[in-house]
Structure formats: structure tokens, C-alpha cells
């Protein structure tokens, strides 16, 4: 007779709940009031790109420094070929 499998007792991080171990980024094309506080309603960490670059900043100067630290880009513009392989080799996912 085969042993009965113990359940796990670790949290599963695929709630909402689990929303706080992220920072997300809004781009200028994805920031919104609305959007920033639903996702800080969940318990996100939300960064906009007005806080941290120019308004017209350079999509290769502040995606680096985006990706480095991590964060989540939400973003409403498409990414060129270029800009895609670039990200991928900064440690970001585009989808």
C-alpha cells in the first residue's frame, strides 16, 4: 500500500496576495492613475517612469536600468526586434 503524501505547508505565491513581492513599472504609453492604484490595491510596488527619467527619455537609456533592477515594465508601446533582444539579454521578458 503506497504511503500517503504529506501536504505541503509552504504558501503558494500564485494569488493576488503574492503581488508584493513585485515592483511594476508603467512606461510614459502605460501610465495612469487608475492603473497604478490597482495594482497598489493588490499590494504592488508601482514605479513611474515621470519619477525616475525625462519624459522624453530614450527607450535604450531607461529599459537597462529598468531591467537591472528587476521590475515589471508594463508598457503599452511595441518593441522593435532589436529592443526585444536587447531586453532578453538584460534579463527581461517580453510578451
Not at 26 to 55: I, N, P, Y
Request: aromatic share 8%; with cysteine; proline share 2%.
Amino acid at each position: 500500500m503506497a504511503a500517503k503524501r504529506k501536504k505541503s505547508t509552504t504558501r503558494s505565491d500564485t494569488s493576488l496576495e503574492s503581488l508584493d513581492l513585485y515592483t511594476f513599472f508603467l512606461d510614459r504609453a502605460s501610465e495612469s492613475k487608475t492603473l497604478r492604484e490597482a495594482l497598489k490595491s493588490q499590494g504592488a510596488h508601482v514605479e513611474l517612469h515621470c519619477e525616475h527619467f525625462k519624459d522624453d527619455e530614450d527607450d535604450p537609456i531607461w529599459l537597462p536600468e529598468v531591467c537591472q533592477k528587476g521590475w515589471v515594465i508594463i508598457s503599452h508601446d511595441q518593441f522593435n526586434e532589436l529592443e526585444s533582444r536587447r531586453l532578453e539579454t538584460l534579463g527581461g521578458e517580453h510578451f
